[in-house]
């Protein structure tokens, strides 16, 4: 059974920085594990990809993001990342990992981020 585990998420002030995290856990052969990336849902709207990475590393951001968010990933480890820096109050959302493996779309659970002073 294959496990998307996100960590990282909290409570930041506007324009601070969060690092989240994301490992494939269970029988998982890195091999296997093909585009990743990270959602977001706000309360009332509908989920959307805050930015995807493929295998080979290549990028792509949602326009309201770019320069601010940098996604990466370390296929040894099973591992996405998504840097977040100069934070918004509308960055605040409920983050979600998301992975091909096998080629089937598997979820995290959800980490909370939260913009307030």
């Known amino acids: 059974q294959v496990q998307l585990v996100e960590s990282g998420g909290g409570l930041v002030q506007p324009g601070g920085s969060l690092r989240l995290s994301c490992v494939a856990s269970g029988s998982v052969l890195s091999i296997l594990i093909g585009d990743m990336g990270w959602y977001r849902q706000a309360p009332g709207k509908q989920r959307e990809l805050v930015a995807g990475?493929?295998?080979?590393?290549?990028?792509d951001y949602a326009d309201s993001v770019k320069g601010r968010f940098t996604i990466s990933r370390d296929n040894a480890k099973k591992m996405v990342f998504l840097q977040m820096n100069s934070l918004k109050p509308e960055d605040t959302a409920v983050y979600y990992c998301?992975?091909?493996?096998?080629?089937?779309?598997?979820w995290g659970q959800g980490t909370q981020v939260t913009v307030s002073s």
């Open positions: 990475i493929t295998r080979g590393g290549i990028t």
């Open positions: 998301q992975a091909y493996y096998r080629s089937v779309s598997r």
